[in-house]
């Protein structure tokens, strides 16, 4: 194909994969950090709220309140700081008090500040104002952002320009009227970052080589079942039913593919259907016009043949009632010769009524094991007086049962005529042999007569009706040239073969038979 649907799939996929990494790479990359100082600030409020809460309560200094305080402080990363009134450190969570302390009052009080230590004594030494000062200047180098603001308290985002380190710090009153600082860096966000953005890179990486190798597996599973369809569609096309879809599967493709099986199966029937109405159809137009040929034929061949033994019959007729000759020897003759005629006009209908039925299938052939050694035996003795008065001998070699399948009473005209024929024709020693030569799971059986051989050029043609070699002596023993026509319907209807064939010494006819 030149658009494979696996291919597609396989590139939808891994474009889908590819598409969500950039994505997040770019959400990560661009939002994180926005989203990450909203959570702080959600952490600072919280902390505010909960110190609150303990001061309402009265358990801001119960060890259960200052247990929960360092788990908030764990787990944001803030840092507390809170003074009263007096100057009293009242809340903190950090060593470096001083820092804190700095920042609360830079906050506070701006730019006027009091030393870090010793504020409240009145006492200071040069150190400690050496520090002081240099804490003054510090927060002087410090920038600031507001980013929410009210009565109680402001939240700034404030970063150290000589440290380059941001931070987010909450400062203001407490409900007791102390001043507090809540302070969380947030420095360490962009380098979280970057390694959340590397360590997306890696993951991203792994699953798109993990995800092509099941998007492959999983896009050959998927078109497995449509390929199979799409074959079975193909062969369906040409009107090939045998394939059935075999993938099976509860879902869609399987539901589909089973209904592909029931409309084969459908269509199968129906064409089968059609093709025998079709068939019987076409048999009936055949069988039409075969009616119609064999009417025409039917009617030339027997006005032909009926027209010598009726004019023979009609003359020696009037001449009985004319009284041409009054001598009774006379009157015995042209009775005879009438009587032969009809005998003959008789055998030739009946011939032709039998040969018509074996035409047009209405005698139906019934195939049944008889012994046909005796069924010859019998025909050679209903023929006995008809070879004696021609002075014929007939060898049979055929001396034990030979068993076969066939119609026994079709058989027996098929030998009848054979062996009529060779009475007909048999000249010179004027011998007639009947036997039988082994053909594998068929017996051949043959009558060969002595005598002039028929000419090449009718050996074709002696199986048509009416047909006659040679006219002057089939008239003289009474043919009608049907007998080997029966011939050829009745084993045509057995489906076997049948032929002649010419010897220096005269002809035999043949037939073969199913011996098992």
């Known amino acids: 194909m030149k658009r494979s649907l696996r291919k597609e799939l396989f590139f939808i996929f891994l474009g889908v994969l590819l598409l969500v990494l950039a994505l997040s790479y770019f959400v990560n990359n661009k939002f994180l950090e926005k989203y990450y100082i909203v959570n702080k600030q959600k952490s600072l409020i919280t902390a505010y709220n909960e110190i609150n809460e303990a001061i309402s309560t009265k358990d801001v200094n119960s060890d259960a309140f200052q247990l929960r305080l ?15 009134s007096s100057g009293q450190v009242y809340l903190s969570s950090t ?18 500040l009091s030393p870090p230590s010793d504020v409240d004594n009145g006492t200071s030494d040069s150190s400690s104002s050496g520090d002081y000062s240099n804490s003054q200047n510090n927060m002087l180098q410090d920038t600031e952002t507001v980013l929410e603001q009210n009565d109680s308290y402001q939240l700034v985002r404030s970063t150290d320009e000589r440290m380059k380190t941001e931070y987010l710090e909450m400062w203001g009153v407490l409900q007791d009227g102390s001043a507090f600082l809540l302070r969380t860096p947030l420095e360490s966000i962009r380098e979280s970052a970057s390694i959340a953005n590397r360590f997306l890179i890696y993951t991203g990486i792994f699953g798109i080589v993990l995800g092509s190798i099941l998007i492959f597996f999983f896009a050959r599973r998927v078109t497995k079942p449509i390929n199979e369809l799409a074959l079975l569609s193909d062969k369906m096309a040409g009107l090939d039913f045998n394939a059935r879809y075999t993938s099976g599967g509860r879902n869609e493709i399987g539901v589909l593919g089973e209904n592909f099986n029931k409309m084969n199966k459908s269509l199968e029937s129906a064409i089968s259907e ?13 069988q039409k016009d075969k009616l119609e040929e064999m009417r025409t034929e039917f009617l030339g061949n027997v006005s032909h043949e009926l027209k010598t033994p009726i004019a023979l019959i009609q003359g020696y007729a009037e001449g009985l009632q004319d009284n041409v000759n009054d001598d009774p020897e006379s009157r015995n003759f042209y009775c005879d010769v009438i009587i032969d005629e009809a005998g003959k006009m008789n055998k030739m209908v009946k011939n032709l009524l039998s040969l018509n039925q074996l035409e047009f299938g209405e005698d139906d052939t019934v195939l049944a094991r008889f012994n046909i050694t005796e069924l010859i035996s019998g025909v050679i003795q209903n023929c006995d007086i008809m070879a004696k008065q021609k002075d014929i001998t007939i060898r049979f070699l055929i001396d034990s049962p030979l068993y076969v399948w066939g119609d026994e009473f079709k058989i027996e005209q098929v030998v009848t005529n054979y062996l009529n ?44 009706k009416f047909y006659k070699v040679d006219k002057a002596r089939t008239r003289e023993y009474g043919g009608n040239g049907i007998g080997l026509s029966i011939v050829r319907a009745v084993m045509e209807a057995h489906e076997q073969a049948y032929g002649v064939r010419n010897y220096d010494n005269g002809v035999e006819f043949w037939f073969e038979l199913d011996r098992k």
Not at 70 to 84: F, R, V
């Open 70 to 84: 360092e788990k908030i402080c764990a787990a944001s990363n803030l840092s507390i700081y809170a003074i009263d």
């Open 95 to 112: 060593s470096d008090e001083g820092m804190l302390r700095n920042r609360l009052l830079a906050h506070v009080f701006g730019a006027t």
């Open 274 to 286: 059609l093709k025998t109405a079709n068939l019987k159809l076409q048999k009936d137009l055949e």
């Open 421 to 464: 024929n060779a009475l007909n024709h048999a000249d010179g020693p004027k011998l007639v042999t009947i036997g039988c030569r082994d053909a594998g799971e068929k017996l051949r059986f043959f009558v060969h007569n002595t005598g002039n051989p028929i000419p090449e050029d009718d050996l074709p043609r002696i199986w048509e």
